[in-house]
């Protein structure tokens, strides 16, 4: 459920038309939901109620700094991928012993400034990162926290830009040689094992392949205790998929994964650490754009709208649906009809959906795409020179810019030219 809603026929942010945000924002924009963020949030608390637990929201899902204060504000800890995001998530005002490290590349420069900073755990992924992360936390008189990221070989049944868990992927440590590395952890003095981490993919819609990481994982925190290992903690990733396509059936709820959690990990006293970002902030928010022409083609009609895969890639890269809904409701029994729904960039990939249906639209008309908070702004780059597209946070009946659109003149200042030239 979120808060985007018909009313009067109008379509609404919580208490605010997106008709009004357009008025004064201009289009395209993207706009997010508070009361939807916290649901998606207190959704993951209640599945998880009475374990001892911590919700890292997974900041790489949309990391505008105002979303990461909703939710650090709620106690959520936070999931980073990347020195920048470590430090938007301290400058919303988490506290490092919140967050999470997770990554494959760790450089040594982003290790020393969590560390430094303050760290609830590094999510190790490889051996060569254990022994740079030992060199620096020794450099510094300090022990890091870590959990190593094992690679469990299940196959997470979604689409194979976002698997991870499989062993020809690129994360983590392969499950069979997890002692072997627990033991080397074990012996460095810069290393302080606290746990073990998971993960096997996003946008998952089946819980049968986490139910089976886990049981693995359950597996080697017995083993790894067994070694003389001190397993408190368990990470066990993000991935619960959401329901881009109303229509087409619904992913599992939090509630069925908490219990999936419970079943395969409940009894080992563990404090289970969880890192949804898809979940939490995807239905969340809305692209935002307008119809520029209505476009007659032999044999379709495109409808080619301000916004383009720069803003909103995830239908070009991945092909990805998004439901589109026209912000003026259309009137009941409307006749649909098919449209190309396309952006303005030189390249046909620029599409984001075909055939789709939709009520007549004409050039100035708003349409939405829906399910476009997560892995939506955060992509979005200034291919073709679009400037970045602007975000707005809905609260009830306020809305505030979150990022204001940068003007030509910032856009074209970022660049330098040599003195040569
Ligand atoms: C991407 C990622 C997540 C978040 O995945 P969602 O599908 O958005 O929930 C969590 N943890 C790690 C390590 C990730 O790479």
Request: hydrophobic share 40%.
């Amino acid at each position: 459920m979120d808060h985007f809603l018909y009313r009067d026929g109008a379509l609404f942010a919580e208490d605010v038309a997106i008709a009004d945000i357009a008025a004064t924002v201009g289009t395209p924009f993207y706009v997010y939901s508070t009361a939807t963020l916290e649901r998606h949030y207190q959704l993951f608390q209640q599945a998880l109620e009475g374990l001892p637990h911590l919700i890292c929201y997974a900041m790489k899902a949309n990391s505008n700094l105002a979303v990461v204060r909703t939710l650090g504000r709620l106690g959520a800890g936070m999931d980073v991928v990347s020195v920048g995001e470590y430090l938007k998530a301290r400058a919303a005002g988490v506290p490092g012993e919140r967050i999470v490290f997770s990554g494959v590349g760790k450089t040594a420069d982003e290790m020393r400034v969590a560390l430094e900073g303050g760290i609830r755990q590094f999510n190790v992924e490889s051996e060569p990162e254990l022994h740079a992360l030992n060199a620096v936390a020794v450099s510094l008189g300090k022990r890091a926290p870590i959990t190593i990221r094992v690679n469990p070989d299940v196959d997470a049944k979604t689409h194979e830009k976002i698997a991870t868990g499989k062993k020809e992927n690129k994360f983590g440590i392969p499950i069979s040689r997890a002692r072997a590395v627990y033991a080397t952890a074990a012996a460095l003095p810069g290393i302080e094992v606290v746990g073990a981490d998971v993960h096997i993919g996003s946008q998952l819609t089946d819980l049968e392949p986490f139910a089976q990481a886990y049981l693995k994982v359950a597996e080697l925190t017995r083993q790894l205790r067994a070694d003389g290992h001190d397993i408190r903690r368990l990470d066990l990733g993000g991935g619960l998929g959401i329901p881009y396509e109303r229509t087409n059936g619904a992913p599992p709820l939090p509630m069925d994964y908490g219990a999936v959690i419970r079943r395969t990990l409940g009894d080992l006293g563990c404090e289970i650490e969880i890192e949804p970002g898809r979940l939490i902030a995807g239905n969340a928010g809305l692209l935002v754009s307008a119809v520029i022409y209505v476009k007659s083609g032999e044999d379709r009609d495109f409808l080619i709208v301000d916004s383009a895969m720069n803003d909103l890639v995830r239908p070009s890269m991945y092909g990805s649906h998004h439901d589109i809904v026209p912000v003026v409701e259309p009137a009941a029994g409307i006749e649909l009809r098919p449209y190309d729904v396309v952006g303005p960039i030189c390249e046909s990939g620029d599409t984001f959906a075909k055939q789709r249906l939709l009520p007549p639209l004409g050039a100035g008309d708003l349409i939405a795409f829906r399910s476009a908070g997560a892995y939506g702004a955060v992509m979005a780059s200034e291919y073709n020179s679009r400037p970045l597209v602007p975000e707005v946070l809905v609260r009830g009946d306020q809305f505030g810019v979150i990022r204001p659109r940068p003007s030509y003149e910032e856009m074209i200042n970022r660049d330098s030219i040599p003195q040569w030239l």
